[in-house]
């Protein structure tokens, strides 16, 4: 048996406290997923001091795996939870870094879990996730809710045909094919003018790389006069006959490793392409990069580590197997270069980086770059994304050369802000929601419809930035938004499908023309959807929005899929860089009369901001379920009592309840 405690050790230190059941104990009492007081620990905190929990194990152990479950009383209490922990074994730190914040509700628990892995051996990890007690419990909830299902949808059915026009070999054609050299926009039959989603991938990048050019352009405009000549002095720089900046001229590109997302001792990427003056791109052989340390064969001098430096230009980017990355030995404060030799003077627009995805804490968090000596990025470095983890997008970064980018002052003042005392929001959300997160991945998990087993979609989706200005559809920032399973177009019969998840972004959001719209199969939880290989574990539609620059976000409003209001979205999570922003629902879409003829809204906000002029402009969209009344029952002891109806949920959340747990001894 194992002995634990903790300082303090608990809330009954405090006075008016001393029969309070959350005491350190409960952490390894063996219910985790849980919700219940009884079986959770609770200890007063004072910023600037230390929380202590001491375990003994008694006699000597190896440690393969530590699991955090984090406190989960209700949504408004995840915020007592622990955020940044240090591990110690035996006085050596063995881990040091932020642990997921809980959900709140026993639903998606134990996806917030916080896992800690000290093996890679693969026996080890089999054993582990042979006697993981929460694979079990997964394939029996799946199982209850795929039986529920088939007994809701009935014998035989099957999933309903959705495309309101299914395109000819000839329309198809004329798709897919694109016109070349021209500015007048590509149209589809229907008149639509195409987004990027059905172009090829080297005109997106093209496209990304010129619109974000433009955009440094703009930011140079908007600095002073001085600043301006500092940043664009260099001799490398290159400038088109109007004299805008396009890009930096060199014959060496030097990727300077700075730091990285938490590991202390090794480094990777998983591919970097080059892109030159006319956005193309630069075809890039072995012997023209070159690292030191080249990789772990050179640190350890062996041969058979297959994570090599010629693995960043073998094509193969979008990827979570590691024999197709690039690994070495990693010091932080040292400097570690990547270099990168043209045969000859080359005009760069900009690269491209994917980030080392097996293991994202092995990723590149900092990176400077210079062209033949000369510093073309901003001096604390370029702020590369976290790696993913997964395949369910294209997680590459496209970096401008030469990079202009600053944080904005205005956001830099809403960021301080953000680190004062925090206060509740004067209005009421679903989610007790942080004030202006800045980041750079935003997830939305898509938990349920309003109804429909087979689809689920949106109008469209917009993020605003601390100054309450939108960023997709303005352009302000380069994205990529993706989702996963893509669209309706994956499934047989509907190749042709244009409601593309591309529509998401383009502005045409209070429609009822589904060609402004996305709509992809409804993958959670519904055994009919085995042709698309979902796991059990995670079973959810998810949208991916890919940002290159951090941004504080002060509001995100989603618009629900109006033509069918049924295969709207209900319950989703939102997630930046891991952490949870949200969780809770979107009113469902009125039909065109109710929104024409009663001004019902189809959109709904999740606010992040206390700014009260922009609070005005974007409040009047945030949605509560069941509007203010809600029904009540209270649990006593795994004992419900009599349920209260119509309880004012106001009074409920805006008044702070006492946090004893009365009658238990």
């Not at 149209?187 to 989603?197: E, I, K, M, N, Y």
């Not at 270099?339 to 900092?366: C, F, H, M, Q």
């Not at 980018?405 to 953000?418: G, I, Q, V, W, Y």
Request: glycine fraction near 6%; charge should be neutral; proline fraction near 5%.
């Amino acid at each position: 048996y194992m002995g634990i405690k903790a300082d303090p050790p608990d809330i009954n230190v405090l006075p008016d406290y001393g029969n309070d059941p959350r005491t350190v104990d409960k952490i390894m009492d063996g219910v985790y997923l849980t919700c219940d007081d009884l079986h959770v620990w609770l200890a007063p905190f004072q910023r600037g001091k230390v929380n202590k929990i001491l375990i003994d194990l008694r006699e000597e152990r190896s440690l393969s795996m530590l699991r955090i479950w984090n406190y989960n009383k209700s949504r408004y209490h995840t915020f007592r939870g622990v955020k940044d922990i240090k591990v110690k074994l035996d006085q050596t730190t063995i881990f040091m870094g932020e642990v997921k914040k809980a959900p709140g509700t026993l639903r998606g628990a134990e996806q917030c879990a916080e896992y800690i892995l000290f093996t890679s051996s693969e026996e080890t990890l089999a054993a582990v996730e042979k006697n993981d007690w929460l694979n079990e419990l997964a394939i029996k909830k799946s199982e209850e809710r795929e039986a529920k299902l088939l007994a809701k949808a009935g014998p035989g059915e099957e999933r309903p045909t959705t495309a309101s026009r299914r395109f000819t070999e000839e329309e198809m054609r004329r798709v897919t094919k694109g016109i070349a050299h021209t500015n007048v926009p590509r149209l589809g039959v229907d008149g639509r003018p195409f987004t990027s989603a059905n172009n090829r991938v080297e005109t997106q990048v093209a496209n990304s790389v010129r619109a974000q050019i433009e955009m440094n352009n703009r930011l140079l405009e908007q600095i002073s006069k001085e600043d301006r000549e500092r940043q664009t002095k260099s001799t490398c720089i290159v400038r088109d006959d109007r004299g805008r900046v396009v890009g930096v001229v060199c014959r060496r590109l030097m990727l300077n490793l700075l730091d990285s997302w938490g590991d202390s001792f090794y480094i990777g990427l998983a591919g970097i392409e080059l892109y030159n003056g006319a956005c193309e791109r630069i075809n890039l052989t072995p012997k023209q990069i070159n690292a030191k340390p080249r990789d772990l064969n050179e640190v350890f001098g062996t041969e058979d580590d297959r994570r090599v430096l010629e693995n960043l230009i073998n094509g193969t980017n979008v990827t979570t197997d590691e024999s197709h990355m690039w690994l070495t030995s990693f010091v932080r404060g040292k400097n570690l270069f990547v270099n990168i030799n043209l045969p000859e003077e080359t005009v760069i627009s900009a690269i491209k980086v994917w980030n080392y995805n097996e293991d994202p804490s092995k990723g590149v968090r900092l990176m400077s770059i210079s062209a033949d000596g000369k510093a073309i990025t901003p001096r604390p470095g370029v702020l590369l994304r976290r790696g993913p983890g997964d395949v369910g997008c294209d997680f590459g970064q496209l970096i401008t050369l030469p990079d202009l980018s600053a944080t904005s002052p205005s956001l830099k003042r809403e960021l301080e802000a953000s680190l004062q005392a925090y206060r509740s929001a004067p209005y009421l959300q679903e989610f007790e929601t942080p004030r202006l997160p800045c980041g750079m991945i935003l997830r939305l998990i898509l938990l349920s419809t309003w109804g429909d087993l087979h689809y689920i979609g949106l109008n469209g989706l917009e993020i605003y930035d601390n100054d309450g200005s939108p960023l997709l559809s303005s352009g302000k920032n380069s994205f990529r938004i993706a989702a996963d399973p893509s669209s309706v177009n994956i499934l047989p019969g509907l190749e042709g499908d244009i409601r593309l998840v591309d529509n998401l972004s383009n502005g045409v959001n209070e429609t009822f023309d589904d060609t402004n719209m996305w709509l992809a199969p409804f993958t959670a939880i519904n055994p009919r959807n085995a042709e698309m290989k979902r796991s059990k574990t995670n079973p959810y539609n998810v949208i991916h929005v890919l940002l290159d620059k951090p941004v504080g976000i002060s509001c995100i409003t989603l618009w629900n899929y109006s033509k069918t209001p049924a295969r709207g979205v209900r319950e989703l999570e939102i997630y930046l860089d891991e952490n949870i922003l949200y969780k809770g629902y979107l009113r469902k879409a009125p039909t065109e009369l109710e929104f024409r003829g009663e001004g019902k809204p189809i959109a709904t906000s999740v606010v992040f901001t206390k700014n009260e002029e922009l609070f005005k402009r974007l409040a009047p969209k945030i949605y509560t379920e069941d509007g203010t009344k809600q029904s009540v029952m209270f649990t006593n002891e795994r004992k419900s009592s009599v349920p209260i109806s119509n309880v004012d949920i106001r009074q409920i959340l805006l008044e702070r309840p006492d946090t004893s747990v009365k009658g238990v001894k």
